[in-house]
């Protein structure tokens, strides 16, 4: 009883510590930038106080922004984690199963359609969000659907499981140019400022989409988290204790599409957190989901927060897009993934 209360309580302490540093850089996030902020300035803007430039930059640019970090990487990392659970993969994200290339797809499409277009400046207007996420979970669902037919049809190795889900990604990469070749100037250039991954071209009528849809996903997977951990064991264990293993894993799979759909929808393709994150905290605190599920969100924002920060005062006033820097830190570590896995 002892052992099992230590193995509660370090878990929760770490997920209070998360939190924490989520703050910290939560904070930090908002005063950096090409307009200094001081913590007095933050704290004014937040009350209704104090300039009204500094207001401006923090309810119109920053805070929208940095909501917006906390939603997506923690979507992100949980789609992620579960995908590695359902699938029995630790090789599986987003990312490298094709889905985020598949929501990408459809999102261009629906550009292509009249959902939304750029300025002259980079930024990216939706006319209509809804239509741009059904399009883009329309798509992840496909490269999903696909890896769980074959799956179920034949089973193969974690291995191959990634290769399909690089040939997918070839597929609608391919798929995306062809749609980006028809296109007219304008429609093109939203598409290419559209794949660069970018956390500042959300509002609060998308962050409120993220944020809902994230919740309710998020609690059904905490709900399920035992199934998940009896699906990890081996199905046939999983189907001895009553869980129907086959209508959890859709609707698991299902579910962590929609949340990669969703962010790819409103900030482009931002790789290797869905990775990056559930890997960290498996390492650290093994595979019970009732406790990865939580971490590895907290996390997933921490990182992509993080990375956009960096991305915004690294060459400051010019701001880079966050998934080039997520991709400069994720491809190592999935190169070291691969290399491990070989060995063991």
Known sequence: ????????????????????????????????????????DIIGAFLGKGDRKAQLVIWS????????????????????????GVLKNPLASPFTTGTSHGAMFGASLAIALGAGYSEST??????????????????????????????????????????????????FTAATTLIQYFADDLELATMVYWSFGDLGRTTWRENLILLVI????????????????????????????????????????????L??????????????????????????????????????????SVLLLSADTVARVLLSPTVLPVGIVTSFLGAPLFIYLLLHGEER
């Open 214 to 257: 994230f919740l309710t996903v998020f609690a059904y997977f905490l709900w399920k988290a035992w199934d998940i951990n009896a699906m990890v064991v081996g199905d046939e264990i999983a189907k001895s204790t009553g869980i129907e293993v086959e209508k959890v894993r859709l609707i698991l799979v299902v579910l962590s599409t």
């Open 61 to 84: 640019v920053r805070f929208p922004r940095v909501v917006t970090g906390i939603l997506v990487g923690a979507s992100l990392a949980v789609s992620g984690a579960v995908m590695q």
């Open 122 to 171: 980079g930024s990216v207007t939706l006319n209509n969000p809804y239509t741009i996420a059904l399009f883009a979970f329309l798509g992840a669902m496909s490269s999903s659907l696909v890896i769980l037919l074959i799956g179920k049809l034949k089973e193969i190795t974690p291995e191959a499981i990634v290769l399909m889900g690089v040939a997918m990604g070839s597929l």
């Open 259 to 300: 949340l990669t759909a969703i962010s790819v929808a409103f900030v482009g393709i931002i790789g290797f957190i869905g990775l990056l994150a559930p890997h960290m905290m498996r390492i650290l605190f093994g595979e019970d989901y009732r406790f990865l599920i939580p971490l590895s969100a907290l996390c997933g």
């Open 1 to 40: 009883m002892v052992i099992y209360k230590n193995y509660v309580a370090r878990r929760i302490l770490t997920i209070l510590f998360l939190s924490f540093l989520l703050v910290l850089v939560g904070i930090y996030s908002l005063s950096h930038g090409g307009y200094s902020l001081s913590l007095k």
